[in-house]
């Protein structure tokens, strides 16, 4: 009994967290999204008022939430930012196996040098390495140098402010978020059952796609919600890597907050990005249930 007032006790500091940065936040911006922008500050209208009688008056509108569905704009940066988050998850976990694999499979000695090289680019700014990779990627950087001296190609391939390029810099920023997760399932596995594949006849890649890849899917599962979640929102590699044609959420909530000042359908945007990404949660929430019924 003791223990379980202490539990419910101790679960306030949490769930007060969770109301201050989590909640308050949502209620602000649901309270905006249901305004008018104005030149003002601040930038949005009341929703109460009070009448000529002296009684409250709701001047609450939707038209920040029809934007929303009328304007082709925010369709396809949702779908623009879907579709680049899905491929740069596809991406980083095609990646992420076999470089997670390989140094869980390596000697004790080397798993700490190697998780330090997968870690190494946190070290540095983020803003930087999206600006190295433009003197890398522009036509007349190193990857286009290095490609026109040895013969393989004849002109300089056009691939900065392209969608490639928006999806190599993504991939590169949000790869180790898969690698660590992958990593800590993989080297939890014991090697006697590798052991025992491999006596009862198993090839390596059998025995990796049957028994180590099934016993990784958690990790798999947490992998691609940590790199999923923010390239859905990321504004700073599409905006410096990416071309006109690369228009995201991030990059439409940029505009809206800052550049247009309609702080309602930004705020209207905002919401929305966030019920998309509760789904995936709620999928892994109901796979863990689904394995872990306790």
Same mark, same amino acid.
């Given at each position: 009994?003791?223990?379980?007032?202490? #539990?419910?006790?101790?679960?306030?500091?949490?769930?007060? %967290?969770?109301?201050?940065?989590?909640?308050?936040?949502?209620?602000?911006?649901?309270?905006?999204? @249901?305004?008018?922008?104005? +030149?003002?500050?601040?930038?949005?209208?009341?929703?109460?008022?009070?009448?000529?009688?002296?009684?409250?008056?709701?001047?609450?509108?939707?038209?920040?939430?029809?934007?929303?569905?009328?304007?082709?704009?925010?369709?396809?940066?949702?779908?623009?930012?879907?579709?680049?988050?899905?491929?740069?998850?596809?991406?980083?976990?095609?990646?992420?196996?076999?470089?997670?694999?390989?140094?869980?499979?390596?000697?004790?000695?080397? *798993?700490?040098?190697?998780?330090?090289? #997968?870690?190494?680019?946190?070290?540095?700014? @983020?803003?930087?390495?999206?600006?190295? %990779?433009?003197?890398?990627?522009?036509?007349?950087?190193?990857?286009?140098?290095?490609?026109?001296?040895?013969?393989?190609?004849?002109?300089?391939?056009?691939?900065?402010?392209?969608?490639?390029?928006?999806?190599?810099?993504?991939?590169?920023?949000?790869?180790? @978020?898969?690698?660590?997760?992958?990593?800590?399932?993989?080297? *939890?596995?014991?090697?006697?059952?590798?052991?025992?594949?491999?006596?009862? !006849?198993?090839?390596?890649?059998?025995? +990796?796609? *049957?028994?180590?890849?099934?016993?990784? %899917?958690? !990790?798999?599962?947490? !992998?691609?919600?940590? #790199? @999923?979640?923010?390239?859905?929102?990321?504004?700073?590699?599409?905006?410096?890597?990416? !071309?006109?044609?690369?228009?995201?959420?991030?990059?439409? =909530?940029?505009?809206?907050?800052?550049?247009?000042?309609?702080?309602?359908?930004?705020?209207?945007?905002?919401?929305?990005?966030?019920?998309?990404? =509760?789904?995936?949660?709620?999928?892994?929430?109901?796979?863990?249930?689904?394995?872990?019924?306790?």
């Amino acid at each position: 009994m003791t223990s379980a007032r202490f #539990v419910s006790s101790s679960a306030w500091l949490p769930l007060g %967290w969770m109301a201050v940065f989590l909640l308050l936040p949502v209620a602000i911006l649901l309270r905006v999204s @249901f305004s008018e922008p104005r +030149f003002e500050q601040p930038p949005y209208t009341e929703l109460l008022v009070i009448g000529e009688t002296g009684r409250w008056l709701w001047e609450g509108t939707l038209q920040a939430w029809r934007w929303l569905f009328e304007d082709p704009t925010y369709r396809d940066a949702l779908r623009g930012s879907l579709a680049m988050a899905s491929l740069t998850t596809l991406t980083c976990l095609l990646l992420a196996l076999p470089m997670a694999w390989a140094i869980a499979r390596a000697p004790l000695a080397w *798993r700490t040098p190697l998780l330090l090289a #997968v870690i190494l680019p946190f070290w540095t700014s @983020f803003l930087i390495r999206v600006y190295a %990779w433009i003197s890398l990627l522009k036509p007349e950087g190193l990857i286009n140098a290095a490609l026109l001296g040895s013969g393989i190609i004849d002109a300089p391939m056009l691939i900065l402010h392209s969608n490639v390029a928006v999806l190599i810099g993504m991939t590169y920023a949000y790869l180790p @978020f898969m690698v660590l997760p992958l990593y800590a399932t993989f080297a *939890r596995i014991e090697d006697d059952l590798l052991q025992a594949a491999a006596d009862l !006849g198993a090839t390596p890649w059998q025995t +990796f796609m *049957r028994i180590s890849l099934p016993l990784a %899917w958690p !990790g798999v599962l947490a !992998g691609c919600l940590l #790199v @999923f979640i923010p390239a859905m929102g990321d504004f700073v590699v599409p905006d410096l890597l990416g !071309g006109p044609d690369n228009y995201m959420l991030g990059t439409a =909530l940029w505009n809206e907050f800052f550049r247009n000042a309609d702080w309602p359908t930004a705020s209207a945007l905002a919401l929305t990005m966030l019920l998309v990404l =509760l789904l995936p949660l709620a999928l892994l929430q109901r796979l863990q249930r689904r394995e872990d019924p306790a």
